[in-house]
């Protein structure tokens, strides 16, 4: 049996993944929750192993994969950096590997600079057709006289996953450091503790370099694309789902879909797929986050070269298709090379509408609202398993019995099918909402559908 090595934030749905095409899974997360220890042959809790010198070096000849978004640390870096370096997979299954992402990058640039650089991002997108938002640094945006009072502008802090590093612009504090290395997230917040827990959770109290980045409003989708370094294939497009949290406006609380693209747009985000393939050598799964405006504009927010909140969707949708038994394994077989032309690709239409015609897929992450202690009663009835659940409501992410929870921090996660007439009146207005508004209506119809 082979082993992998999974790390991020919280690793439980590509576990699973991993479990159910055969591989012994070690897993590296923040939470381990009782489905993520389930699903693995060993678990460790980030910090400790981080912590442990002799773990680390029993990691170093196993092939590691980062499948969830983890604030950059010089532990976890030095970490990655003493795994072997990147090589393709092969069918024997020799050679290390510290992610599923990149194995070359330029000498110019690193892991983190190149995927992160807004720069490249845009002049990526612009070339394949799409839009990026206005983005400034801190100096740039110091000599460009942006002030907090012009609405519309957020600030955005590197090496941030799921929404926890964005926030809106309302003072200038963050313009008065010496480089942009030098502003602190510290500057950023307020004395809301909403949002304290999470952002301890997941590490976000040190320094971090900023950028200021226009709104878009819109409508939020997360693109999972799956390269082999030859060619590069859509596999879906999920609806991204947020929350306030506190001073924290867009923290991520799930998604649905797939939902139907249209053959312009699909065309488009395969061709800036294929320029990120050229351009990094990327084998695996890739994400890109877009939001898309009332006049159909798309602009490109981000991308993620690693497993992500909603490949979770793409993986039952693809197991209820009956084309593949998990999303890990296609993805293996991506980074050895093997062909993309027996995987299903996102549906198309004449529009972005929902799909009529295929399972639609809800995960909702819910959050404590106060100090808590997690006990099983606290649950709603149902005893469906997550690990192999692909239409019924079922609960993941699971804290062992006990676990204290502190305000702001998720509880658990909300997965159920739903059927298309449930979301149908939710595209049939053109009428765009405030950002923290305009998912409130048929956010419940979403809950009384899992419910049921």
């Known amino acids: 049996m082979r082993t992998v090595v999974l790390i991020g934030a919280s690793i439980r749905s590509a576990a699973q993944s991993a479990k159910r095409a055969g591989f012994h899974v070690i897993g590296i997360d923040h939470f381990g929750d009782i489905d993520t220890r389930e699903a693995c042959a060993e678990f460790w809790i980030l910090r400790e192993v981080l912590a442990d010198a002799h773990a680390r070096q029993r990691f170093e000849n196993l092939p590691i994969f980062m499948v969830g978004g983890l604030k950059h640390t010089k532990p976890l870096a030095e970490f990655l950096t003493h795994a072997a370096p990147r090589r393709d997979l092969a069918p024997d299954w020799t050679g290390n590997v510290s992610t599923a992402a990149t194995d070359v990058f330029s000498a110019k640039r690193g892991l983190d600079e190149c995927w992160e650089d807004p720069r490249w991002l845009r002049e990526l997108s612009l070339e394949c057709g799409l839009k990026f938002p206005t983005t400034l640094n801190a100096f740039e945006a110091a000599a460009s006289g942006v002030k907090?009072?012009?609405?519309?502008?957020?600030?955005?802090?590197?090496?941030?996953?799921?929404?926890?590093?964005?926030?809106?612009?309302?003072?200038?504090?963050?313009?008065?450091?010496?480089?942009?290395?030098?502003?602190?997230?510290?500057?950023?917040?307020?004395?809301?503790?909403?949002?304290?827990?999470?952002?301890?959770?997941?590490?976000?109290?040190?320094?971090?370099?900023?950028?200021?980045?226009?709104?878009?409003?819109?409508?939020?989708?997360?693109?999972?694309?799956?390269?082999?370094?030859?060619?590069?294939?859509?596999?879906?497009?999920?609806?991204?789902?947020?929350?306030?949290?506190?001073?924290?406006?867009?923290?991520?609380?799930?998604?649905?879909?797939?939902?139907?693209?249209?053959?312009?747009?699909?065309?488009?985000?395969?061709?800036?797929?294929?320029?990120?393939?050229?351009?990094?050598?990327?084998?695996?799964?890739?994400?890109?986050?877009?939001?898309?405006?009332?006049?159909?504009?798309?602009?490109?927010?981000?991308?993620?070269?690693?497993?992500?909140?909603?490949?979770?969707?793409?993986?039952?949708?693809?197991?209820?298709?009956?084309?593949?038994?998990?999303?890990?394994?296609?993805?293996?077989?991506?980074?050895?090379?093997?062909?993309?032309?027996?995987?299903?690709?996102?549906?198309?239409?004449?529009?972005?509408?929902?799909?009529?015609?295929?399972?639609?897929?809800?995960?909702?992450?819910?959050?404590?609202?106060?100090?808590?202690?997690?006990?099983?009663?606290?649950?709603?009835?149902?005893?469906?398993?997550?690990?192999?659940?692909?239409?019924?409501?079922?609960?993941?992410?699971?804290?062992?019995?006990?676990?204290t929870i502190a305000r702001g921090n998720p509880i658990c996660t909300v997965l159920a099918e739903l059927t298309s007439d449930v979301l149908d009146k939710s595209s049939r207005t053109n009428h765009e909402k405030s950002p923290m508004q305009q998912h409130r209506a048929f956010l419940n119809r979403l809950h009384a559908r899992a419910r049921n």
């Open 148 to 403: 907090p009072t012009e609405k519309g502008w957020l600030v955005k802090t590197r090496h941030s996953c799921g929404g926890l590093g964005v926030r809106w612009y309302q003072s200038e504090t963050i313009l008065n450091a010496k480089s942009p290395e030098a502003v602190s997230l510290s500057t950023l917040t307020n004395e809301n503790s909403q949002n304290q827990g999470i952002e301890k959770t997941h590490g976000m109290t040190q320094a971090e370099p900023v950028i200021l980045q226009r709104w878009v409003p819109g409508r939020t989708y997360g693109a999972t694309l799956l390269s082999n370094g030859g060619d590069c294939r859509l596999l879906g497009l999920c609806r991204s789902l947020f929350t306030r949290m506190g001073n924290l406006p867009f923290v991520y609380r799930g998604s649905f879909g797939p939902v139907a693209i249209g053959a312009d747009l699909k065309h488009r985000l395969e061709n800036l797929g294929h320029r990120l393939m050229q351009e990094t050598s990327h084998r695996g799964l890739l994400n890109i986050d877009l939001v898309i405006n009332q006049q159909g504009e798309v602009h490109v927010l981000e991308v993620n070269p690693r497993w992500s909140g909603s490949s979770e969707l793409i993986d039952r949708w693809m197991r209820a298709k009956e084309t593949t038994c998990s999303l890990f394994s296609s993805m293996i077989q991506a980074c050895q090379g093997l062909p993309l032309d027996r995987l299903p690709s996102c549906q198309e239409s004449t529009g972005l509408t929902l799909q009529t015609t295929s399972p639609i897929y809800l995960k909702q992450i819910l959050f404590a609202r106060r100090d808590m202690r997690f006990t099983q009663d606290l649950l709603m009835s149902g005893e469906e398993n997550s690990m192999n659940s692909c239409y019924r409501p079922a609960l993941a992410d699971i804290p062992a019995e006990g676990t």
